[in-house]
């Protein structure tokens, strides 16, 4: 069973940085998965931030090209997300995902139903 669950969210001023991980237990291999950040604005519906798949291709939304950086790690802690020049308009929760057969790196936009599993959450708030 994969279980996952993201770390280094918080509070900054707008233009810091902040580094998400993502810690897994239960991975095979991650390098067979396609793996994901996604974030939540309270009211606001779920929106794909940046997707890597197992030849280490990525995709990003606009709103965070050029600022965000997702990279793959080890299986304890398999994915990443750096974020550079932060912006009010990035607070948000944000949750990785993974897919474990890759599936979900087919596709041209970032869905999140094509993700098995799900971390619960953290929490990145960013003022102006």
């Known amino acids: 069973q994969v279980h996952l669950a993201e770390t280094g969210g918080g509070s900054v001023q707008a233009g810091e940085s902040l580094k998400l991980s993502c810690e897994a237990t239960g991975f095979i291999d991650n390098n067979y998965y396609c793996m994901a950040w996604f974030r939540q604005a309270p009211g606001e519906e779920s929106e794909g931030v940046a997707r890597?798949?197992?030849?280490?291709?990525?995709t990003y939304a606009d709103s965070v090209k050029g600022r965000f950086t997702i990279s793959k790690g080890n299986a304890k802690s398999p994915l990443y997300l750096q974020m550079n020049n932060l912006k009010p308009e990035d607070t948000a929760t944000y949750y990785c995902?993974?897919?474990?057969?890759?599936?979900?790196?087919?596709?041209?936009?970032?869905?999140?139903?094509?993700?098995?599993?799900w971390g619960q959450g953290t929490q990145v708030t960013v003022s102006s």
């Open positions: 995902a993974a897919d474990p057969v890759g599936g979900a790196c087919a596709s041209r936009t970032l869905v999140s139903s094509y993700f098995n599993y």
């Open positions: 890597i798949d197992s030849d280490g291709r990525t």
